[in-house]
């Protein structure tokens, strides 16, 4: 398997990262868009980047425009979205696939690491399938919104699906339990 930590990355801005410049630190990896559904899940995943970024928790955003078109905008639309609607002050990344052959190399390794999602993702599929969508297939990325949590050490530790809002238990129990370590 590959390192992830040593995939690169391009941020929003342009400026180069990885997961490597992170180290130490729990991250909340999610892949985000604009005009989706899920969108107001920005505001949980700012609060929770607030009140966790200082005992070593980041969110970490991907724009991807891989579902329903819903994330159509440039990076500088993208930022000016977030910030004006949901303040948003978490790292985010350049948009790129999630999904299918495209995908970037840092999504298509946290798949591979943790294939299943926790949460409720056959009826999430269903809900989407009812409104005449086509979501992927396991293992793939379901929709936007989808939340791989990686431990401090690097490890990719869990998986959530697109549904499972940033205050529900399960996840911010995953997240302090790897915080604790």
């Not at 990262?17 to 992170?22: G, R």
């Not at 999610?30 to 700012?46: D, F, I, M, R, W």
């Not at 329903?68 to 004006?84: K, L, M, R």
């Not at 696939?97 to 599929?125: H, M, N, S």
Request: with cysteine.
């Amino acid at each position: 398997m590959t390192d992830i930590a040593e995939i690169p990355l391009k941020r929003i801005d342009g400026g180069g990262d990885t997961l490597a410049n992170h180290a130490g630190k729990v991250l909340l990896v999610v892949n985000v868009a604009s005009k989706c559904g899920l969108t107001p899940q920005y505001e949980g995943l700012e609060a929770m980047y607030k009140q966790y970024k200082g005992k070593g928790f980041e969110v970490l955003g991907f724009p991807a425009n891989d579902f329903g078109a819903q994330e159509p905008g440039t990076h500088d639309e993208i930022v000016e979205f977030c910030s004006a609607n949901y303040g948003v002050s978490f790292p985010m990344f350049a948009k790129a696939d999630v999904t299918g052959e495209a995908k970037q190399p840092l999504y298509a390794e946290l798949i591979k690491a943790v294939p299943e999602k926790q949460g409720p993702a056959a009826a999430f599929r269903e809900r989407l399938e009812g409104f005449g969508m086509s979501p992927t297939k396991d293992p793939e990325v379901l929709w936007n919104f989808e939340k791989f949590v990686i431990g401090k050490n690097g490890d990719v530790v869990a998986r959530f699906a697109p549904g499972i809002e940033p205050n529900d238990p399960a996840l911010l129990g995953t997240i302090d339990a790897e915080l604790a370590k």
